[in-house]
């Protein structure tokens, strides 16, 4: 009987030991459970935090080339988009309502002038909370001497009424609308030249038709004009083929009028682009350019063009050099070559 007694009571003294373990165990786990759903509510934190900045990032950065393979690869509007991305190309770049900066400096060596440096600007930005649908800008760019897939690479302009047009060239800075009705893009901008503080408008329509995964055609129609009656109107149609993933051919045919000297301007151009990686691409031109005075309703040819433009991305997705050799044949020196050599260095912040 004692000894009975004896050891229920050194069970009972255990007893208050092993609900204390049990009670250390239950509270370690507890304690982990909470750990453990306060590190996956931080987890799920951080991973908003960093979609968000991934989305931020994606909005103000330009696309690559690789990008745009990636998703894009085996179709022609794949590829032609790729290439005006990445050569910034007018065509593509004005029908976009996107954010960016770009900022080109430039140096060439030309035959008979010697060298001439050059420093040009666009900015554009976004209004938000308007549909994504309008559009700031100011723009140093002058788009209006060369072709739409050329522009920016012919270094000066070689008649005297382009050097007279280059010393007029303005500074401007107006609104943009932006709008897609069944695949038609049209871009309306009203604004102000700085010079003179003259009004201007301009109304652009475009239209991208892709018959088969090797072929598309585009057309833009874009009219301009101000209140000193420099109007006009480019009608502007590209025609592109892909020989191959990395390999695009374009025919080029633009005219344009101009109200001030009553004339029409045309050029026919032959454009070959290859894509060699994501950082590195080159262009191959070949155009002519004439003109048509409807006062005297004469013809001329005005020079004959052939170009190369390589294009190097130096940083991450924003910084490019441009090696760009010519040979122009200008009547001015009466079909004679005049060869030059520029350097460009072109910085775009934000997407294009």
Do not use: C
């Amino acid at each position: 009987m004692e000894d009975s007694t004896s050891l229920k009571k050194e069970g009972d003294e255990h007893l208050p030991l092993e609900n204390h373990k049990s009670e250390a165990i239950d509270n370690i786990e507890a304690d982990l459970e909470n750990r453990f759903d306060i590190k996956k509510e931080q987890d799920a934190q951080k991973a908003e935090v960093q979609k968000a900045k991934d989305s931020l990032f994606n909005e103000f950065r330009p696309p690559s080339l690789e990008d745009l393979h990636t998703s894009l690869s085996g179709d022609i509007l794949g590829l032609s988009e790729s290439i005006d991305t990445f050569f910034v190309n007018d065509r593509i770049i004005d029908g976009r309502n996107r954010t960016h900066l770009r900022i080109l400096s430039s140096i060439a060596s030309i035959e008979r002038e010697g060298l001439v440096d050059n420093i040009d600007f666009r900015l554009r930005f976004r209004l938000p909370r308007l549909e994504k649908k309008i559009q700031f800008e100011v723009n140093n760019l002058d788009n209006s001497l060369t072709s739409d897939s050329n522009r920016g690479t012919n270094p000066i302009p070689l008649t005297v009424q382009e050097q007279s047009r280059a010393r007029q060239q303005n500074t401007t800075a107006g609104l943009s609308f932006f709008k897609d009705t069944l695949g038609v893009q049209s871009k309306f901008t009203l604004g102000f030249i700085f010079r003179d503080f003259a009004p201007f408008g301009n109304f652009r329509l475009s239209k991208n038709i892709k018959f088969n995964e090797k072929d598309s055609l585009m057309f833009i129609s874009d009219v301009f004009g101000d209140t000193e009656d420099r109007t006009g109107h480019r009608a502007t149609i590209y025609f592109d083929r892909a020989l191959s993933p990395h390999l695009l051919f374009r025919f080029l045919n633009e005219s344009v009028y101009r109200n001030e000297f009553n004339s029409f301007e045309t050029v026919h151009g032959l454009n070959f682009y290859q894509i060699f990686n994501d950082r590195h691409s080159i262009g191959y031109t070949a155009q002519v350019r004439s003109e048509n005075l409807m006062y005297d309703s004469s013809f001329y040819l005005r020079s004959y063009d052939l170009l190369t433009t390589y294009r190097y991305r130096i940083f991450k997705r924003h910084t490019f050099l441009d090696l760009i050799p010519a040979v122009i044949f200008p009547k001015e020196h009466e079909f004679q070559s005049h060869w030059s050599f520029t350097i460009r260095l072109e910085i775009i912040l934000g997407s294009v």
